[in-house]
């Protein structure tokens, strides 16, 4: 921790704290979660090792970017790289919902990321609000993985409560453990309509209030679900309410949304999760694919990404005095203190959480049975009441810094638009603050990016038919995609030894003696491999 300076908390979970930090070398911003509690707790552990196992494997432009692992004083610390917001304080921004432009946008890269996942047999379990990261040139980027895991093939039962409350599928409500990738689709129909309506819109006070709020909203639940119901001691005392809008079209149903984001709700937001669409149907919906949108933005998120670095980078060129500035337009503050507020607990609690397990994801997964109160604390956004309107946030300055190198990740030609660039993994690294030194991805490099891709397990046959359809949208981009390979990333932060993420170690012992080099004093041999050896799936 010595080699980064703490610019401030910008967010807490119900795991560790999420501290905005500058390393004190390379000026580079980053993002370092600590986690709460000493790796000696097993369900701690479990679930840090999950995060970082998949972040290590799985790389993708949507995806919030894992830089290092190191331990500190028995505890274990993650360096990701730094984003500016969460769509959480995007929609603080603009209580009347996201525009209609920054909505698509939004949604394409919220669905990119979710299919990239889904493909390789991974489901997120917790997507809300709090949980995308924005950057301030508008990349979207999915964060929290302590909660995803693999699928078995064997579709063997899963935990049986995940999920924040207000996000949470009907199957995982009435503790059906079949779950499936569905339950993030769900997570994401709830999402849509609070980014366009900036109100959350199932805001259930209890499991027993959210599953009536979904039956009531929504629609009935299946026969099977209807089993579990009433199976459920504390669930069935009360009768299930009435459907409001009984088979009620999408237009009508969410009528406050434009026809399209409707129906992409609709397909969303089925009971039944094998009615659900899946995540590479959705990217094909008529939404994303009229007026060239998908082939135009696709581009457009590897210039943001690039926009990105190079703001970063020029962070550092003009923060290198160490004296407290702040880069208008990024709202980087250079100081020791922080842009962004820590999410409040008053806050947490509106998103569904038990006000006194609030901090304890172990008292939000005995919520499903032990639990079933109203809980007092009231949303201060009212529930799906308003449409979108027209706001933007300004873009951060263009850099005019020619110095800056860049290493653009080139795409696979064989993989669709949706696949993405496999990033950092493949990024340049600048040896110091003077090296600027280009270098191409290796060939070691890109066989990593592309092998992770080509892993993934394919789709369904429909969605391969679908892949097959965009695949020849992608044909035309590839061109355009590799020329920009010369392009080349800023150097990702160095921390002396990595291109591959390593866990180290970082010994602190105040009396070291100041001669030895910092990267000797600074770290102890890498763990044993047992140390993180996999506790179950990720
Ligand atoms: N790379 C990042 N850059 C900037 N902010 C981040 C980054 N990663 C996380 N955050 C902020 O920190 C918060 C907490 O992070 P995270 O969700 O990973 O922790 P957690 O303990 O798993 O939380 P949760 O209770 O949601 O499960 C996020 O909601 C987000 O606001």
Redesign the pocket.
């Known amino acids: 921790m010595d080699m980064y300076e703490n610019l401030g908390v910008?967010?807490?979970?119900?795991?560790?704290t999420?501290t905005?930090c500058r390393h004190k070398e390379i000026g580079h911003i980053v993002?370092i979660?600590r986690f709460n509690d000493k790796e000696e707790d097993k369900t701690m552990k479990k679930v840090i090792m999950r995060e970082i196992k998949l972040l290590r494997k799985f790389r993708h432009e949507n995806l919030?970017n894992m830089l290092e692992v190191f331990r500190f004083k028995k505890r274990l610390y993650v360096v990701?790289?730094?984003?500016d917001r969460?769509v959480l304080e995007d929609l603080e921004r603009y209580p009347r919902g996201l525009d209609s432009k920054r909505l698509r946008k939004y949604m394409f890269q919220i669905l990119r990321a979710m299919d990239y996942l889904h493909t390789s047999n991974i489901i997120h379990r917790?997507v809300k609000p709090?949980?995308v990261?924005v950057s301030n040139s508008g990349v979207v980027k999915l964060?929290?993985f302590?909660f995803a895991r693999t699928l078995a093939p064997t579709g063997e039962p899963l935990t049986d409560y995940v999920a924040t409350r207000w996000y949470r599928a009907p199957e995982l409500l009435v503790a059906d453990n079949t779950y499936s990738k569905p339950v993030d689709v769900w997570a994401i129909g709830c999402l849509i309509i609070e980014m366009a309506t900036s109100n959350a819109f199932l805001t259930g006070t209890s499991d027993l209030d959210q599953v009536h709020k979904i039956v009531s909203k929504v629609g009935p639940l299946t026969r099977h679900q209807q089993d579990l119901y009433f199976q459920n001691p504390i669930f069935a005392v009360a009768s299930l309410p009435e459907v409001q809008l009984p088979g009620a079209a999408p237009r009508r149903k969410y009528h406050k949304l434009h026809f399209l984001v409707a129906e992409i709700v609709d397909s969303c937001l089925q009971i039944d999760p094998s009615h659900r669409a899946a995540c590479s149907m959705l990217l094909v919906h008529r939404y994303f694919t009229k007026d060239g949108f998908v082939e135009r933005f696709i581009p457009e998120i590897q210039a943001l990404i690039l926009k990105d670095a190079k703001v970063n980078h020029m962070h550092w060129i003009h923060s290198n005095s160490w004296e407290p500035q702040e880069d208008q337009g990024t709202g980087v503050l250079s100081s020791s203190s922080c842009n962004r507020k820590p999410?409040k607990d008053t806050e947490k609690d509106r998103r569904g959480k038990e006000p006194e397990q609030k901090h304890s994801?172990a008292g939000r997964r005995s919520e499903i049975r032990m639990t079933c109160s109203p809980v007092s604390s009231q949303t201060n956004r009212q529930p799906f009441t308003s449409t979108s309107t027209s706001t933007s946030i300004p873009d951060p300055p263009q850099s005019q810094d020619k110095a800056v190198a860049f290493t653009m990740p080139r795409i696979n030609a064989s993989n669709n638009l949706f696949a993405a660039v496999p990033v950092p993994c493949c990024m340049e690294v600048t040896k110091s603050r003077t090296d600027k030194v280009k270098r191409r991805p290796s060939p070691t490099d890109l066989a990593m990016g592309n092998s992770q891709l080509t892993d993934a397990p394919s789709q369904s046959d429909s969605h391969n038919n679908l892949q097959v359809e965009m695949s020849s949208l992608a044909k035309k981009k590839v061109k355009s995609v590799r020329d920009m390979r010369d392009v080349r990333f800023p150097g990702l932060p160095v921390f002396g030894h990595q291109i591959e993420l390593k866990f180290t170690d970082v010994k602190h012992s105040r009396k070291e003696p100041k001669s030895r080099g910092r990267e000797e004093d600074s770290r102890i041999p890498s763990l044993p491999s047992s140390d993180f050896t996999d506790h179950g799936n990720i």
């Open positions: 910008v967010g807490e979970g119900s795991y560790g999420v905005k993002a979660k919030v990701f790289e730094y984003i969460t917790d709090e949980n990261l964060c929290d302590g999410v994801r």
